[in-house]
C-alpha cells in the first residue's frame, strides 16, 4: 500500500471506529477490547501480529515496522512519519475530534481525505 491507501485505511478506520483501543488502563494498544485497533494496528495483518508490539512506537520500533512490511504497507521514512502522527492522533486526541484531526495530517502530507459513509 501506497501512503495515500495507507491514509484512507487508517482514516477510515478510525471514523468508523471511534473509540481509542485499549486493553485498560490509560495506554493506548494496536490491538485492545472488543476488537478495537488503534490507527496503525488496523494496517497489522493478524497473522504478523504479537503482543510484543504494544509498548512500541511506530516511528522507532523494527518489530513494527517489519509486522507492518510483512502486512503489505510501504515503510520508507515519509510512511513511517505519517503513521507516526495518526499514532498521535489516536492516542492524545479525543474521537470526537479526529476527523479535524486527520485533516490536519493529511494536509501536512499532501494527501486526500477519504468519503467515509458516503
Wanted: hydrophobic share 35%; glycine share 6%; proline share 3%.
Amino acid at each position: 500500500m501506497d501512503m495515500q491507501e495507507v491514509f484512507d485505511k487508517c482514516y477510515t478506520h478510525l471514523i468508523t471506529q471511534n473509540k481509542v483501543s485499549s486493553i485498560g488502563g490509560d495506554m493506548c494498544d494496536y490491538r485492545g477490547q472488543d476488537g478495537t485497533m488503534c490507527a496503525v494496528g488496523c494496517l497489522i495483518k493478524d497473522e504478523h501480529y504479537s503482543y510484543i508490539l504494544e509498548n512500541e512506537s511506530v516511528d522507532d520500533s523494527t518489530a513494527v515496522h517489519g509486522a507492518l512490511e510483512a502486512s503489505g504497507v510501504d515503510t520508507r521514512q515519509p510512511t513511517i512519519n505519517m503513521l507516526a502522527r495518526l499514532q498521535q492522533t489516536h492516542d492524545l486526541v479525543s474521537p470526537k475530534d479526529w476527523p479535524k484531526e486527520l485533516s490536519v495530517v493529511a494536509e501536512e502530507f499532501n494527501l486526500q481525505v477519504p468519503q467515509v459513509g458516503e
